[in-house]
């Protein structure tokens, strides 16, 4: 497995070791012994998560402020843009984001630890996404930060409008929106 920081050196990008031949490919998608080894400390995993979208989706930009969770996030059809935003005041690189495109194909995966917002745009006809959490799924501590905010100026890959939940429609500015210490 080789690990590299991106620019927010805390989110990392992970690219399994893959053995294939003409009968198909195997690879170890997790290990919580080297995981933790890449991540520095002991991560606990309590939740996984499962979405399929169409091409154009954009979910996201999410985080929950109380109960903050770590994704461990991979797709297993299709392909997306992923990108996360440091939601962190205290943090050098406040305010910044970093993408990534995750496919079934480049079989890579991103460590977005607790402190960022996180989404994705699907831009195969189909992409299925799954994420492992460090905490459970909490409606009330839920919040979303607008795709599209001038702000953050996050370069996405559209063609056009990319076709949003209502709540993601709705989301704040990240002027406006609620941070973490």
Sequence with gaps: MKVTPLAIGDILLIEPTVYGDDRGFFFESFNQARFNAAVGREIAFVQDNHSKSAKGVLRGLHYQINHPQGKLVRVVEGEVFD??????????????????????????????????????????????????????????????????????????PTGGEPLLSPKDAAASSFDAAELFD
């Design 83 to 156: 990108v996360t935003v440091d939601m962190r005041k205290s943090s050098h690189t406040f305010g910044k984001w970093v993408g990534e495109i995750l496919s079934a194909d480049n079989k890579r995966q991103l460590w977005v630890p607790p402190g960022f917002a996180h989404g994705f745009l699907v831009l195969s006809q189909t992409a299925q996404f799954l994420y492992k959490t460090t905490d459970f799924y909490s409606p009330e501590s839920e919040r979303a930060v607008l795709w599209n905010d001038a702000v953050l100026n996050i370069r996405w």
